[in-house]
């Protein structure tokens, strides 16, 4: 006995047979009809919507390869792991590098030589986190080291306070402070 007739004490009537047991209940040929038409325009009109979305994709999608000895822009997200590390401050840019590409995987993953602050983060990328970097002689980068625990957090505090001001609200004195 199945559990539903168990509990019941009749069979589960789904929403294919919504008869019971012993009922003449018999459909026509125009109601399957009718029914074969309405699945095939929901499977049109799904294919349809389908087509429009992967055309929309497909002009944004660039192909993407790069070769060993490649240099290239980590993008940090979530997914990443270290982004509460660098996003301490609010126009932090969202690419990190250049970090130079050691080997492809397959098609769309690479593995990054990391800096050893980043050791602890997975070595393989999608090809969607990366972004080509372009030498050129002008570009000088400027290394920003961020001290990196192992529960990757970064210690954040004020270094010195540049300046104070007094202001006047409603009769009250409110001290702001500039810190650095």
């Known amino acids: 006995m199945a559990p539903y007739e168990a509990l019941y004490g009749r069979r589960c009537r789904t929403p294919l047979c919504w008869y019971q047991d012993g009922e003449a209940y018999v459909l026509g040929l125009e109601f399957l009809q009718q029914t074969t038409s309405k699945v095939n325009l929901i499977q049109d009109r799904m294919r349809a919507t389908q087509g429009r979305q992967k055309s929309y994709e497909d002009k944004r999608r660039r192909p993407l390869e790069f070769d060993e000895g490649d240099h ?7 997914t990443t ?17 250049p970090y130079q590409i050691t080997r492809r995987i397959r098609a ?22 990366l972004r080509k ?3 050129s002689p002008d570009h000088v980068l400027e290394s920003d080291e961020v001290q990196v625990r192992e529960d990757l957090t ?27």
């Open 72 to 78: 290239v822009f980590l993008w940090v997200t979530p």
């Open 81 to 97: 792991g270290i982004e509460r590390v660098l996003k301490s401050r609010k126009l932090t840019s969202r690419f990190i590098g």
């Open 108 to 129: 769309a993953a690479y593995e990054i030589a990391l800096p050893p602050h980043l050791s602890n983060l997975h070595k393989f990328f999608h090809v969607s986190q």
């Open 133 to 135: 970097y372009i030498a």
């Open 154 to 180: 970064k210690p954040v505090g004020p270094v010195r306070i540049l300046d104070t001001q007094l202001k006047q609200l409603r009769g009250k004195e409110l001290k702001t402070v500039k810190v650095l």
